[in-house]
């Protein structure tokens, strides 16, 4: 069976993804934090209605210049501290905590995610819960990123808290 899966207004294909994969859902999650998505999430006209937890704002602090707490190109969600960090081309989820000195750079960063002091992680999906230890550098060598977590075809690397040899860790 099929279903043809189109906007009824305009009869243009309707959005559609396949997140099956982590490089699906890695590609899917970044398309959102373009200029003009495909599904923008500020489309008042179609409303994503959902629960969501009622957290604090985004907060971003320190302004010191090798010390600067902030996000450019990139989606961030309540309750998140970057603190003294970098993100860029970036989606965090809510409630992460990116401690200072540390750069997030094309990467998926899941809820309740604690990232240490002078981290660089590239082109990676952190998973809900993980305590990322402080020096940790993700995503510049694949070869070492192989032999402590999973890198796609694509080499994009998924860390989860099991990998990290952690129970899921809550922000407080």
């Not at 009824?8 to 396949?18: C, H, L, M, S, V």
């Not at 971003?60 to 970098?86: L, T």
């Amino acid at each position: 069976m099929t279903y043809r899966f189109r906007d009824p207004e305009t009869g243009k294909q309707a959005y559609w993804r396949d997140v099956g994969t982590i490089d699906a859902f890695w590609e899917a999650n970044l398309e959102l934090i373009g200029i003009t998505p495909e599904l923008n999430l500020y489309d008042k006209s179609w409303p994503i209605w959902t629960y969501q937890e009622q957290l604090p704002p985004a907060k971003f602090v320190f302004d010191d210049d090798n010390r600067r707490g902030m996000a450019v190109d990139s989606m961030v969600s309540g309750g998140c501290i970057i603190s003294g960090s970098v993100v860029r081309n970036s989606l965090l989820f809510s409630n992460v905590r990116v401690h200072s000195y540390s750069t997030i750079q094309d990467s998926v960063v899941l809820p309740d995610v604690e990232i240490g002091r002078n981290c660089r992680i590239t082109r990676a999906v952190i998973d809900r819960g993980c305590l990322v230890p402080e020096g940790t550098v993700i995503g510049e060598d694949p070869e070492q990123d192989a032999k402590r977590f999973y890198v796609s075809k694509k080499g994009i690397v998924l860390v989860t808290p099991e990998m990290l040899n952690q129970e899921r860790h809550h922000v407080r």
